[in-house]
């Protein structure tokens, strides 16, 4: 069997695409975050110094921050239209699938 060959809806469209692409901007954040914490110090003293040492003196940091930064943007912009396909396509009526992404939904939003 071949994937081709798997059973799909018929109003399936290239809305359905958020789902993973919140994966993808995630599984970023958390990379691009990892390598940043590498090198920045949250002291209030060295802060600064060490945001421009990572865009300067670190091999593609400068590129790193700015995908970092980014992404968080990227992953919102996904998130709502994610939850406004669920609400076109009225996704609500699953009250238990809802209800957990609501919770995803301000949980994302209290932690940003």
Do not use: K
């Amino acid at each position: 069997h071949s994937f081709i060959d798997l059973p799909a809806p018929s109003n399936i469209s290239a809305w359905w695409n958020f789902g993973s692409l919140l994966g993808v901007c995630l599984i970023l954040q958390i990379l691009t975050g990892l390598f940043l914490a590498m090198h920045y110090t949250s002291d209030t003293m060295t802060a600064f110094s060490s945001v421009t040492h990572i865009c300067r003196d670190v091999n593609y940091g400068w590129i790193i921050r700015y995908l970092h930064a980014n992404g968080a943007s990227m992953f919102f912009i996904c998130l709502y239209m994610h939850v406004g396909r669920g609400m076109y396509y009225g996704s609500y009526t699953f009250s238990e699938t809802w209800n957990i992404g609501i919770v995803l939904l301000f949980t994302v939003m209290a932690t940003a």
